[in-house]
Nanobody
């Protein structure tokens, strides 16, 4: 599976951004699409994920209520709508696929190239 992430940018605190991740290739082997993020000097952390078939979603506590993940099966694309952004949301955001529901990056086997999100205070 090949993943192409887009939609990052610079936004003021309280603003919104929408990230997209388009999947191509052997997408049938993918059960769930997730977003992770990594800030400078920090570990990569789980943000949100959605299952392709049922659309079941789950989130990190730090983004629950502010971020919404969704998918468009016809376009093989997953979106991450980010509202009420905070400076601590600043990171490189990566999309990734896994064969089972998980919050662990080690369970995700295909990764996109990352897109930078910067939130200014």
């Amino acid at each position: 599976v090949q993943l192409q992430a887009s939609g990052g940018g610079l936004v003021q605190a309280g603003g919104s951004l929408r990230l997209s991740c388009a999947a191509s290739g052997r997408t049938a082997s993918s059960y769930v699409m997730g977003w992770f993020r990594q800030a400078p000097g920090k570990e990569r952390e789980f943000v949100a994920a959605v299952t392709w078939s049922a659309g079941t979603t789950y989130y990190a506590d730090s983004v629950k209520g502010r971020f919404t993940i969704s998918r468009d099966n016809a376009k093989n694309t997953v979106y991450l709508q980010m509202n009420s952004l905070k400076p601590e949301d600043t990171a490189v955001y990566y999309c990734a696929t896994a064969r089972r529901s998980s919050r662990e990056s080690t369970d995700f086997n295909s990764w996109g190239q990352g897109t930078q999100v910067t939130v200014s205070s």
